[in-house]
Structure formats: C-alpha cells, structure tokens
C-alpha cells in the first residue's frame, strides 16, 4: 500500500486521516505540537451542512457532531459603538442546525477519538520536504528525524513548509490585526456581562475598530478586538502586548469613546492576550500538479475568517479522503483529481470570505451586516 503522510492535525489533516482509516488506508499524521494537550484549542467554529458537517457525516462522526453542535451559537446580536441594538436574532429550540458553533476543542477531541493509536505522530514539526524520484518525498523533522512518503500532504496550515513545492504563493497582509482576550466563567463571575452578550455572536462597529464576543462551551467569553492598520502596526501602535496587564489598559483607552457596555467588557477580561496578524493567499490560488504532493485546508487557501476556513478545511479533508479511497493503488493520480475540484470550490468560499472580510473593515460595517444578516422580508 502506498505511504501517504499528512502534516498537520488541524481539522482538514485529521478529518482525512479518519476518511482514509474507515477505508482501510493508515495514514501517518505528523504534528509539530508537542502532545494533544501542548496547545489550547481556542475559539468557536460554524460548521455548514453542505462543507463542515458534511464533511463530518462522510468522516462517520455525525452523532459526535449532533453531541458538540451548539444551536443557540447561531444567536445575532449587532450593535454600533454607542450601544444601539441594531439587529437582534435568537435562535428558537426547534431552528434547524444552519450553523451551530462547535469548540475548536471539542472537534479535536472527536476527530482525534476517531483515529486508531499512534495516528498521530506528535512533536513532529516539518522542517523541509525533500523531492525523490519517482514523486516520492523525504520528511525532514526537527531533531533531525526523517520518514519517507509516497503521497505528501501539506495540512500544516496559513504557513505551509510544504506549499513552497507546489506554489510561491505566500499570504500578503490584510490591514487587519486581531487581538484577543477573555473572561473565564462568565455566567458566574459576571452574569450581567452574560445578559448583554447572550448565547451567541455579539458585535459592536465603530470607525476603524470593532469588538465581537463569544461565549465557548467552557464558560469562557472570547473577547476579539480588531484594528485596521499596516502590516507593522503590532510593533509600532504602542501597546505592549508583552505586558497584558498595560496592554489591556491601552486597548481600553482605545475604546473610550465607545458605550461603558464594551469598556466594562475590556475591563473584566482576564491577562490572557495575544495578538493575530491577518492574511490571506490570492483568490483563486492554483498550481500545475506536482507529482507526489498536494495542499488542503489553509495551507491550499488561506482566508480572511469569514466563517468559510474551517469548513472548507474539513471538506477538502474529507474529499481528498474519498478520492483516495476510490483509487488506492494510484494516489498521485488521485490526488491531481481532487486537486481539479478543489480549486473551483475553494476559489468560490474565498470570493465570499473576501467580500465579507471587505464589509467587516468598511465605515459602515454595521449597517451593511444588518442588510446580510437580515432575511429579506
Ligand atoms: C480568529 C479566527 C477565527 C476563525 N473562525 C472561523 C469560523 O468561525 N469558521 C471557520 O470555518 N473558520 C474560521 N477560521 C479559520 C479556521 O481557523 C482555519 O481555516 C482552519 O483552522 C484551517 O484548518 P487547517 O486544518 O487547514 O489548518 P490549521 O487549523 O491551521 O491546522 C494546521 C496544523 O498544522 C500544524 N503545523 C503547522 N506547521 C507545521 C509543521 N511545520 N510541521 C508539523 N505540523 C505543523 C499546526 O500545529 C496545526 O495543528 C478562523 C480563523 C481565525 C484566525
């Protein structure tokens, strides 16, 4: 049987790994993390039927997903920076499942239950990928391992070691930088915070700035805080993430012209601070097929987070999976087929992730979002 090694376990790298064993093909995952546990999985996903849960169903995970899935996630609350509502959506018990949010955590967990032991080859961080005869690659891990393949597939994310064999695409900066910060247990450690934000998305848009809010299944609110500015704005806005303590207090200052509800937000937030630099690759990124290797998920094409990479992550995972599964003797020739499908697909949600990410960062974000988010009556 061919070796085919994955890098990367982020949901697209996992979701093929568990595709690919419910067909009888084992595949190795190398993670450069050191354990499952060596990172917190942050943050809130919305999974769509026709990409994420679907891809889920093909992975035979849809009862673990119907477990995780969190209806009341898909709750809208929009605000502009004064605190007037300007649109309000709560879920009703009985709405179908459009777009739960599930953890970031929880998803890793069952994808990861999912695997047969030793899936996953963690502490293994890609440092190169050499090219041998005959579309075969040579692994070069930190610590100076190697392992031999005969399908490589780069799952390893926004900066891919092995997208350089395919493309020299790189992701170019977004004017955007999101910082985030959050307060741990928030029904009990501040239920009159709890009452404003709600079960779901809350934002708030004001000029050059926004703050959303999302409770996880932890109990943890996820504060985000997103600034325009150039690609060095980190470095050069004066605020000293190195210190959340002073940092915090400069991002408060930031917001002091907006409603005492969002600064009462900044002030609860604990001293948990780290700061994200967007990007995202062209539009409609694709490459003339190299023999032995292919992308999916980030590594492929990278978003602005519109609520579409994830998804489109898992689907790849998964429709890579079932591609391979249909030829398993020919994985190259299997791997430049699911390679003709993916770039349509994923040309189409980064045109959407694009537009949306266009309206986020506009003046008037708010009301352009209500107008999206809106049913149309
Ligand atoms: C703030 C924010 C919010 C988002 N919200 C959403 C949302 O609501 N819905 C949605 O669909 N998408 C969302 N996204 C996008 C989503 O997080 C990504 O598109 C998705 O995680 C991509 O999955 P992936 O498997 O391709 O890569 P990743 O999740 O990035 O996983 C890559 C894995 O590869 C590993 N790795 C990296 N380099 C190496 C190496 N050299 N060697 C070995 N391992 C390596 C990493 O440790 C990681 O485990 C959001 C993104 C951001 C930044």
């Known amino acids: ?32 993390e050191a354990s499952p546990a060596a990172r917190i999985q942050g943050g809130m996903l919305d999974l769509h039927p026709d990409s ?31 605190g007037a509502v300007l649109l309000r959506q709560d879920t009703p018990d009985d709405a179908p499942l459009d777009r739960p949010e599930v953890d970031r955590a929880d998803l890793r967990t069952i994808l990861l ?12 961080g890609l440092q ?18 190697t392992a031999e393949c005969d399908l490589l597939v780069g799952a390893d994310g926004a900066n891919s070691r092995v997208r350089p064999l395919v493309t020299d695409a790189r992701p170019a900066p977004l004017g955007a930088h ?20 709600g079960r779901g998305n809350y934002w708030a848009f004001g000029p050059g700035r926004s703050l959303s809010a999302q409770l996880n299944g932890d109990g943890r609110l996820r504060v985000y805080l997103t600034f325009q500015g150039a690609e060095d704005w980190p470095a050069t806005c004066g605020i ?46 694709t490459w003339a097929h190299v023999p032995g290797v292919t992308l999916l998920g980030d590594a492929a094409h990278l978003m602005p987070p519109a609520g579409e990479g994830a998804n489109a992550a898992l689907l790849d995972g998964a429709e890579l999976g079932l591609t391979l599964a249909a030829d398993p003797y020919a994985p190259d020739a299997a791997a430049h087929r699911y390679e003709r499908a993916m770039f349509p697909r994923a040309e ?6 694009a537009r949306i990410h266009d309206i986020l960062m506009s003046p008037d974000a708010a009301r352009q979002l209500v107008a999206v988010l809106q049913p149309a009556r």
């Not at 849960?53 to 209806?71: C, D, V």
């Open 1 to 32: 049987m061919p070796r085919i090694a994955i890098v990367g376990a982020g949901p697209g790298g996992l979701v093929l790994a568990r595709v690919l064993h419910m067909h009888g093909i084992e595949a190795v995952v190398y993670e450069r």
């Open 52 to 82: 994420g849960q679907r891809a889920l169903r093909e992975a035979g995970l849809e009862a673990e997903f119907l477990a995780i899935a969190r209806r009341e996630g898909q709750d809208h609350r929009l605000l502009d920076h004064t």
């Open 113 to 124: 239950g999912s695997l047969p032991p030793g899936a996953v080859a963690w502490g293994h």
């Open 128 to 145: 190169r990928a050499e090219p041998l005869p005959g579309g075969r690659h040579r692994l070069h891990f930190t610590g100076g391992r």
């Open 178 to 197: 999101v910082v985030e910060l959050g307060i741990p247990d928030l029904a009990h450690a501040r239920p009159d915070l709890a009452a404003r934000v």
């Open 240 to 285: 000293p993430f190195d210190d959340p303590v002073r940092a915090r207090a400069r991002l408060r200052e930031q917001f002091a012209d907006w409603a005492a509800e969002f600064t009462d937000l900044i002030d609860a937030c604990d001293d948990t601070l780290a700061v994200r630099s967007l990007s995202a690759l062209p539009v409609g990124l």
């Open 348 to 353: 189409a949600a980064a045109r959407l992730s």
